[in-house]
């Protein structure tokens, strides 16, 4: 995306290293604690590997308002098709309900279509119900797999054998 693109009064561009104190104040204010790392090591990644990463934000009267991280994988888990995964998105509290992150789904889904990726995919806890909330006005739906998780820290409670 070279261009900035307006809608309403909001710009979506690029994310510039010099917006990353605010992408963490955004994402604190959602989240309860900064995560400087992930951000830090995703800009650095998305400078390294251009193809791979996209990241706008959302300005309106002249200050960052609102964000969104994407990756594009290609061949995982043997996919033919590349697709992208929304890593990380956030909107300042007071900019909610004015376009904001409709501005970030528009950037991103043309950006992903510029680069032939035909499917993008997040994850969300599923007591956040702001989250939860935006992704179906953005027209996400269930995805046909299920994520399994499992500690690796607890023993299981009976131990498999050897056959």
Known sequence: M??????????????RSTDLERVIAID??????????FFEKRLA??????????HIG????????????????????GREQAIATLDAVGVEHDSREHGVGRALMDGITKIMREKKVQSLQSQAEWTNHVLLRFFDASGFGLA??????R????PLAESIEDE
């Open 45 to 54: 990644q998305a400078k390294r590997h251009p193809e791979d990463f996209v």
């Open 28 to 37: 604190s204010a959602h989240v309860g604690e900064p995560r400087r790392h």
């Open 144 to 149: 046909p797999r299920l994520v399994l998780e």
């Open 2 to 15: 070279n261009n900035a693109a307006m809608t309403r009064d909001n710009t979506v561009r690029p994310l």
């Open 58 to 77: 959302v300005v309106r009267a002249g200050a960052l308002v609102g964000f969104a991280f994407a990756r594009i994988l290609r061949g995982e888990f």
């Open 151 to 154: 500690s690796v820290i607890t």
